[in-house]
């Protein structure tokens, strides 16, 4: 079975850090492009970026500001998406997403969802 698993959200002051992971199950990384996203309440859902083999990591967003970094854990077959300097408007549900090899900023390009990840920011 194909799948994602979002782990690494909860609860963080502002300011701080948080480590988010995406571990595939019988998805190769290799030949998949991992996208990450997120959506706040009442919000639609946004691209953040996304890290493939031949794009490597795609930056989507300038509203964050480069405060994330895109990764992949080869060993465990996951896809890593750190935050750094956590803002409260960075409270949002974050799902990573698979497409076929490539990266794309289009949502919809992206088949297979993870559950998502809540992550809230307080100050």
């Known amino acids: 079975q194909r799948q994602l698993v979002e782990s690494g959200g909860g609860s963080v002051q502002a300011g701080g850090s948080l480590n988010l992971s995406c571990a595939a199950s019988?998805?190769?990384?290799?030949?998949?492009?991992i996208g990450w996203f997120r959506q706040a309440p009442g919000k639609g859902r946004k691209a953040i970026g996304c890290?493939?083999?031949?794009?490597?990591?795609?930056r989507y967003e300038d509203w964050m500001g480069g405060r994330f970094t895109i990764s992949r854990d080869n060993g465990e077959n996951t896809v890593l998406l750190q935050i750094n300097n956590l803002l409260p408007e960075d409270s949002a549900v974050y799902f990573c997403?698979?497409?076929?090899?490539?990266?794309?900023?289009?949502?919809?390009?992206?088949?297979?969802w993870g559950q998502g990840t809540q992550v809230t920011v307080s100050s």
């Open positions: 997403a698979q497409r076929m090899y490539r990266c794309s900023r289009d949502i919809g390009a992206y088949g297979i």
């Open positions: 019988g998805i190769e990384l290799d030949y998949n492009a």
């Open positions: 890290i493939s083999r031949s794009d490597g990591t795609m």
